[in-house]
């Protein structure tokens, strides 16, 4: 018999950097990495992602030609939860990242590690364990940073790659999160909140500080072995544009709004989560001759839940 599902506990969203030609306006695209169940024990999983973007750069055709490019981002995610108490808790990723820019005029393949994220989360309540309530609910607020561990100066015939297609930042950046879930029998709702705060690298460069809303409705199916939990809802993510020594940069920063709904699988330990992303709206901060566009995107993690012998009383 499959453990019940009392309260969910969704994990940290993260940023996917998206980049695309010479116009850096994608470096938005959060993708979020699904629900938890049983918020005291830790967790070990790997979780993969891909999202698109194609960029358009209007020349008139006077001095030089149009440029074009269709960029792909993928990223393999170690990430994880550490139980320090019923309250406290530490998530952690750790991304290998592969970036493919295929384009008019620059054709560059980038991989390797990214920039590791390590969060503390305090549970300021949840009822998820009372069985007299038909309503639970549950928040935690969640404060952490990002490490500059990923390559942030590739370059590509003698220039620099575009700041977006980097691996890394090359900065310490710092992230604040707040996730709410409430839930009635079977049916519930999510919510959270996240902000990453960014700083400069040591080219003086500062990607443009970032925040991300998403609410997702969840219906939770149980039988003697295996649950399902389908969800759907949206997602809204907004950057600002970035500075070089202090100037504002032309067409980076921007918004969108997407639209979510995927499905979460448990088996025993393992849980399964599969998302979907389409775009509803897009609005990046590109000038007159320049146009970005982001395709959908998708998701899919396996993690497995444990508790150590100290853990057990």
Not at 48 to 64: C, K, L, P, T, V
Not at 90 to 97: G, K, S, T
Not at 149 to 154: A, I, P, Q, R
Not at 259 to 275: M, S
Request: charge should be positive; include cysteine; charged fraction near 20%.
């Amino acid at each position: 018999m499959i453990r019940k599902l009392l309260l969910l506990v969704p994990l940290i969203i993260w940023s996917l950097n998206g980049k695309a030609c010479d116009v850096c306006g994608c470096n938005l695209s959060g993708l979020y990495f699904g629900f938890m169940p049983i918020q005291n024990t830790h967790f070990i999983g790997i979780k993969y992602s891909r999202a698109s973007f194609r960029a358009f750069i209007d020349n008139d055709g006077f001095y030089f030609e149009d440029e074009s490019s269709n960029d792909t981002y993928q990223r393999f995610d170690l990430i994880g939860r550490v139980s320090l108490s019923g309250k406290f808790q530490i998530r952690y990723i750790l991304p290998y990242m592969v970036n493919n820019m295929k384009g008019s005029h620059q054709n560059v393949k980038s991989s390797g590690l990214g920039d590791p994220i390590i969060v503390g989360y305090y549970t300021l309540f949840n009822t998820g364990s009372d069985f007299t309530r038909d309503v639970k609910h549950s928040l935690n607020l969640g404060a952490g940073f990002k490490l500059p561990v990923g390559e942030f100066d590739k370059q590509d015939n003698g220039e620099l790659v575009n700041r977006n297609f980097q691996l890394g930042s090359g900065s310490v950046d710092y992230l604040v999160s707040a996730n709410y879930t409430i839930r009635y029998k079977r049916l519930g709702l999510n919510m959270e909140y996240s902000h990453k705060f960014n700083t400069d690298n040591k080219h003086d460069y500062r990607f443009g500080n970032q925040f991300n809303v998403s609410g997702n409705v969840f219906y939770y199916l149980e039988t003697n072995k295996v649950a399902v939990l389908p969800f759907f809802g949206a997602y809204y993510e907004w950057a600002d544009y970035h500075k070089n020594q202090g100037i504002k940069e032309a067409n980076t920063g921007g918004n969108s709004l997407l639209g979510t709904f995927g499905a979460q699988f448990f088996y025993n330990k393992l849980t399964v989560n599969v998302q979907y992303q389409i775009p509803l709206q897009q609005s990046f901060n590109t000038d007159n001759f320049a146009s970005i566009k982001g395709d959908n995107r998708f998701s899919m993690g396996v993690y497995y839940s444990f508790s150590l012998k100290k853990d057990k009383k």
